[in-house]
């Protein structure tokens, strides 16, 4: 009897359960406008620079994406390309590059001289190796950076000139 009411239960679990699954059905959430981003420094394009728009609205939705050689970015906001839900956003721009440091073969032997270099050495390869933002630090954070976009089906590309 006790089996009979775990069965029923579990048969319960599972048919309820079974109009919950995310696999088949619209993941897509509202509807998106395509928008494009250019961004220059310096008057050139920039490459490989991540644009993330920051919604104002505390239930608003990001959107990101990375700018191509023509420093052109599409953004996404659920899938590849889609684009920003419309609203205003607050804009950041980075581009990190990461300096990796070889060792250095030339670090060989004993004694505290080899342990002063192989350490400075060390320190220097951990240094190097941190992510550096190659545009203004302003840029980085959305409340600092000045930068703005108030996309609408009306409104879809914007172009961000950063300078010093």
């Given at each position: 009897?006790?089996?009979?009411?775990?069965?029923?239960?579990?048969?319960?679990?599972?048919?309820?359960?079974?109009?919950?699954?995310?696999?088949?059905?619209?993941?897509?959430?509202?509807?998106?406008?395509?928008?494009?981003?250019?961004?220059?420094?310096?008057?050139?394009?920039?490459?490989?620079?991540?644009?993330?728009?920051?919604?104002?609205?505390?239930?608003?939705?990001g959107a990101s994406g990375t700018t191509d050689a023509d420093g052109v970015a599409k953004l996404t906001t659920y899938k590849p390309?889609?684009?920003?839900?419309?609203?205003?956003?607050?804009?950041?721009?980075?581009?990190?590059?990461?300096?990796?440091?070889?060792?250095?073969?030339?670090?060989?032997?004993?004694?505290?001289?080899?342990?002063?270099?192989?350490?400075?050495?060390?320190?220097?390869r951990r240094k190097e190796a941190r992510p550096r933002n190659l545009l203004p630090t302003k840029y980085a954070n959305p409340d600092?950076?000045?930068?703005?976009?108030?996309?609408?089906?009306?409104?879809?590309?914007?172009?961000?000139?950063?300078?010093?």
């Amino acid at each position: 009897m006790r089996t009979r009411y775990v069965m029923l239960a579990g048969l319960g679990l599972l048919v309820g359960f079974s109009g919950c699954s995310s696999g088949s059905g619209s993941t897509e959430g509202p509807a998106t406008i395509p928008v494009t981003v250019t961004v220059k420094y310096k008057g050139e394009p920039v490459e490989g620079a991540v644009v993330t728009f920051v919604p104002e609205a505390s239930d608003g939705k990001g959107a990101s994406g990375t700018t191509d050689a023509d420093g052109v970015a599409k953004l996404t906001t659920y899938k590849p390309g889609d684009g920003v839900l419309a609203g205003a956003y607050k804009v950041k721009i980075v581009k990190f590059e990461s300096a990796g440091g070889a060792a250095d073969a030339s670090e060989s032997g004993e004694g505290e001289e080899y342990e002063a270099a192989a350490a400075a050495a060390a320190q220097r390869r951990r240094k190097e190796a941190r992510p550096r933002n190659l545009l203004p630090t302003k840029y980085a954070n959305p409340d600092k950076s000045g930068l703005t976009a108030n996309v609408s089906e009306e409104n879809t590309e914007f172009t961000f000139e950063l300078t010093d």
